[in-house]
């Protein structure tokens, strides 16, 4: 049994409470979950966010739902989605990223990357240009089947 009494209530310490949408200037995160975030720099580590709408952007160790920055970057977390002018993605799982230029390091996994110039040793499922033949060949297919209904 503990010895901490019952009236005494069980909270988490103050960064590691959950929080709604955020907006501050600048905002360094630790520990926790927020629903969203609009800054002009944002710091999560060991956080869980919505999503983060900034001017640079860095997360690690972490789980968000979306990026919107100008500098991006995911270190050892899981992105649902990056647009950004400039990602550095490394030792992650991101599901898509749109971007200028990419830098990936080792035992990323991207499945979309759309981006100008991708540099690094990532694993790529769907480029550009496969993306282009995956549309292609579906729209093709698509295109089969109604013509066999008529």
Known sequence: MSDQSISEPLLPPPAARSRGVVVVDALEFERGAIGGVRATDVAARLAVVGGIAANHASVEMGAVSGIVAREATVQQGI?????AQNAHVEQALVRSVVANTVQTGPTTGIFVALAR?????AKILLDWRGALAF???LGAFLALIRLTRR
Request: glycine share 24%.
């Open 79 to 83: 992105v649902r989605g990056v647009l």
């Open 117 to 121: 110039q991708i540099d690094g040793e």
């Open 135 to 137: 549309g292609a060949a």
